[in-house]
């Protein structure tokens, strides 16, 4: 049991770290080897692989600006900046313990909290998730680098390429320019890849040296392990945080690590005191990432075990695995087979803890990859990956044109200013939001005014606030800097 979580950490480190390969597709690979191996075993792999590829996903996020993962998105954000400075191995040993204490909570969360946070996450209907996309979206006044109507012009792209594809509700046909294939609409990590991976590699291209900045390639300066292990625990809030924002968004069903890691760094940059150093190479940025995803690992657990409600998209396979082997999540998996319940989510436990050796070990080995790779070998490399990665996803060429337009517009999106993180953002919460928003109201048919369902119970009223409050604080701090820099001038001229 031992061996097979250490080699299914490994396996998930060097799966999440290349681009397209998400954690579900490695779980989905996993899936027929764990056919033949008794139930316990099987869920230990499948358990270590998701661990692992979470946090892989960290790697090439801080070396090359490609988040490996889906929830490695707001990794990149201070992570890079971090590369470029020298201190690309300080940015690693923050993404490797801060992973390791996420990864640690989430578990205790998981066996100690698991029936009292399910009750919790049945509360969530269509209502609660359409204030949840909306408190999401909130994020977009914070990530807009300078300029707010660029970002909120970089979330509104987003959310009209959520709306292509067939409705959520109705199943009405959208914007497919007569293309059958469009019908299953944008995929997320087509999206990622193309406005992720294609602008940094045409930047690389563009360069007249090295594609890697020379500082990247130092991965070793005057910081170890320790150093970094000490600034993080000598500033405990900004983790614990993270930590508990991972947890309860986790229970949100199919809100996913993406969400998680964006609204803890977003958290992050709100009550730090010095929010302009975010996105500059701010390792509080990297720490709310890394420990809220990977919290997230065992935290979206809780709905699947207890409820059968898989609580992101690889949770499924595990479900799967689950009924593979005769059990049924609810109380009896704690009850009747406790012993194999438990065992699972303590070898998720002892898998977050060898993330800290396996992940520094061979994250040396990506980084040298990386950096030691000529530029007219790694640019086509990395394209390569990329084009694989997206073809893979559903075997279809109609995703790698999507990408490969997606990421030359993104590209040129960022010239104007227009980056891509609110674009993201836009494109998983819309639909999200969509959703929730025609269900609610279809519900609230009987009311005068169907909106009204949209507020019918506390909790909705409750994350109603929120999102107000919380675009009051994102908008207000811009309005009153603008408003002091138009009147400032005049009593000096």
Same mark, same amino acid.
């Given at each position: 049991?031992l061996?097979?979580?250490?080699?299914?950490?490994?396996?998930g480190?060097?799966?999440?770290?290349l681009?397209?390969l998400t954690?579900?597709?490695?779980l989905?690979?996993?899936?027929?080897f764990?056919?033949s191996?008794p139930p316990l075993?099987?869920?230990?792999a499948?358990?270590?692989?998701y661990?692992?590829?979470?946090?892989?996903g960290a790697?090439?996020?801080?070396?090359?600006?490609?988040?490996?993962?889906?929830?490695?998105?707001?990794?990149t954000f201070?992570?890079?900046?971090?590369?470029?400075?020298?201190?690309?191995?300080e +940015?690693?040993?923050s993404a490797?313990?801060?992973?390791?204490?996420?990864g640690?909570?989430?578990?205790?969360?998981?066996?100690?909290?698991?029936p009292?946070?399910?009750?919790?996450?049945?509360?969530?209907?269509?209502?609660?998730m359409?204030w949840?996309?909306?408190?999401?979206?909130?994020?977009?006044?914070?990530?807009s680098?300078?300029?707010?109507l660029?970002?909120?012009t970089?979330?509104?792209?987003?959310?009209m390429?959520?709306?292509?594809?067939?409705?959520?509700v109705?199943g009405e046909t959208?914007?497919?320019?007569g293309?059958?294939?469009?019908q299953?609409?944008?995929?997320?990590i087509?999206?990622?890849?193309g406005?992720f991976?294609?602008?940094e590699i045409?930047?690389?291209?563009a360069?007249?040296?090295?594609?890697?900045?020379?500082?990247?390639?130092?991965l070793?300066?005057?910081v170890s392990?320790v150093?970094?292990?000490?600034?993080?625990?000598?500033?405990?809030?900004?983790l614990i945080?993270?930590?508990i924002?991972?947890?309860?968004?986790?229970?949100?069903?199919?809100a996913?690590?993406n969400?998680?890691?964006?609204v803890?760094y977003n958290e992050?940059?709100r009550?730090?005191?010095?929010?302009?150093?975010?996105?500059?190479?701010?390792?509080?940025? *990297?720490?709310?990432?890394?420990?809220s995803?990977?919290?997230m690992?065992?935290?979206s657990?809780v709905?699947?075990?207890?409820?059968?409600?898989?609580g992101a998209?690889?949770d499924?396979?595990?479900?799967?695995v689950?009924l593979?082997?005769?059990?049924?999540?609810?109380l009896d998996?704690?009850?009747?087979?406790?012993?194999?319940?438990?065992?699972? *989510?303590l070898s998720?436990g002892?898998g977050?803890l060898?993330?800290?050796?396996?992940?520094?070990l061979g994250?040396r080995?990506?980084?040298?990859?990386?950096?030691r790779?000529?530029?007219?070998?790694?640019v086509?490399s990395?394209?390569?990956?990329?084009?694989?990665?997206?073809?893979?996803?559903r075997?279809?060429?109609?995703?790698?044109?999507i990408?490969?337009?997606l990421?030359?517009? +993104?590209?040129?999106?960022?010239l104007?200013?227009i980056?891509?993180?609110?674009?993201v953002?836009?494109?998983?919460?819309g +639909?999200?939001?969509?959703?929730g928003?025609?269900?609610?109201?279809?519900?609230?048919a009987a009311y005068?005014?169907?909106?009204?369902a949209l507020?019918?119970?506390?909790l909705?009223?409750?994350?109603?606030?929120?999102?107000?409050l919380?675009?009051?604080t994102?908008?207000?701090p811009?309005w009153?800097e603008?408003?002091g820099?138009?009147k400032?001038?005049s009593p000096?001229?």
């Amino acid at each position: 049991m031992l061996l097979t979580s250490l080699v299914g950490v490994t396996a998930g480190l060097f799966i999440g770290a290349l681009p397209g390969l998400t954690a579900t597709m490695a779980l989905a690979v996993l899936l027929p080897f764990t056919f033949s191996m008794p139930p316990l075993q099987g869920l230990i792999a499948l358990g270590a692989v998701y661990m692992g590829s979470i946090y892989g996903g960290a790697f090439t996020a801080i070396l090359i600006n490609t988040p490996g993962t889906p929830s490695s998105i707001a990794t990149t954000f201070d992570g890079y900046p971090m590369a470029r400075q020298g201190r690309a191995y300080e +940015g690693i040993a923050s993404a490797t313990i801060a992973s390791v204490v996420g990864g640690l909570v989430g578990v205790t969360a998981l066996l100690l909290l698991a029936p009292p946070l399910a009750r919790l996450a049945v509360a969530f209907g269509p209502a609660e998730m359409f204030w949840v996309a909306l408190l999401g979206l909130t994020l977009v006044a914070s990530l807009s680098a300078g300029s707010l109507l660029k970002g909120l012009t970089g979330g509104c792209i987003g959310i009209m390429l959520g709306t292509i594809g067939v409705a959520p509700v109705g199943g009405e046909t959208r914007f497919t320019f007569g293309l059958p294939a469009m019908q299953g609409g944008v995929e997320l990590i087509v999206a990622l890849i193309g406005l992720f991976v294609i602008p940094e590699i045409l930047s690389m291209a563009a360069t007249v040296r090295g594609a890697v900045p020379e500082e990247v390639a130092k991965l070793r300066q005057n910081v170890s392990i320790v150093s970094v292990a000490k600034r993080i625990f000598t500033r405990p809030v900004n983790l614990i945080r993270s930590c508990i924002i991972g947890q309860l968004v986790a229970l949100v069903p199919g809100a996913g690590g993406n969400v998680t890691s964006l609204v803890a760094y977003n958290e992050a940059r709100r009550f730090s005191d010095d929010p302009d150093s975010f996105g500059k190479g701010n390792v509080d940025g *990297i720490v709310a990432s890394e420990s809220s995803n990977n919290v997230m690992v065992a935290g979206s657990m809780v709905p699947l075990l207890t409820l059968g409600i898989p609580g992101a998209p690889p949770d499924a396979i595990i479900l799967g695995v689950l009924l593979l082997h005769g059990l049924r999540p609810g109380l009896d998996l704690f009850t009747e087979t406790g012993t194999l319940t438990n065992g699972f *989510i303590l070898s998720m436990g002892l898998g977050a803890l060898l993330l800290l050796p396996v992940g520094l070990l061979g994250g040396r080995l990506i980084q040298r990859a990386v950096v030691r790779t000529p530029v007219y070998f790694l640019v086509p490399s990395i394209v390569m990956v990329t084009i694989l990665g997206t073809f893979a996803l559903r075997n279809s060429m109609l995703d790698v044109l999507i990408m490969l337009v997606l990421g030359t517009a +993104g590209y040129f999106l960022r010239l104007l200013g227009i980056t891509a993180p609110p674009i993201v953002l836009g494109l998983i919460l819309g +639909g999200i939001a969509e959703q929730g928003y025609v269900q609610a109201v279809l519900t609230g048919a009987a009311y005068e005014v169907p909106q009204l369902a949209l507020v019918k119970n506390p909790l909705s009223i409750v994350l109603a606030v929120l999102v107000v409050l919380s675009a009051l604080t994102a908008l207000l701090p811009q309005w009153l800097e603008r408003r002091g820099a138009t009147k400032s001038p005049s009593p000096r001229e």
